[in-house]
């Protein structure tokens, strides 16, 4: 795990499981500003569409890396991401997240 100290003082981000199929799971993730998901490791590929416009940061477990993301862009990763993901802006972050079952 690659938990940062600063981490423990973070509200973690709320998502509301929408929806799971045999192939699909699909979450609706809320960050209040400042708020983070944990460190986590994705099990399966996945799909995040970003509802609101503004950018993320994403610890990878040696660096932070902003991204910016724009409301209705998709962009798909692999299983096996490990990452917290942080909402750096002074403003509530939404996005939905498919993730696609093997």
Not at 1 to 6: G, Q, S
Not at 26 to 35: A, C, D, K, V, Y
Not at 45 to 69: C, F, H, K, M
């Amino acid at each position: 795990m690659a938990e940062r100290p600063e981490d423990a003082k973070r509200v973690l981000a709320q998502g509301t499981k929408q929806g799971e199929t045999d192939r699909a799971i699909i979450t609706e993730w809320r960050f209040p500003p400042g708020g983070h998901t944990g460190w986590h490791r994705h099990g399966h590929d996945y799909i995040v569409v970003p509802i609101t416009s503004g950018d993320l940061a994403i610890w990878n477990g040696t660096q932070e890396i902003r991204s910016p993301l724009v409301s209705g862009v998709s962009y798909t990763r692999a299983a096996g991401v490990e990452h917290d993901v942080i909402n750096p802006n002074s403003f509530e972050f939404v996005f939905i997240e498919i993730e696609i079952k093997p």
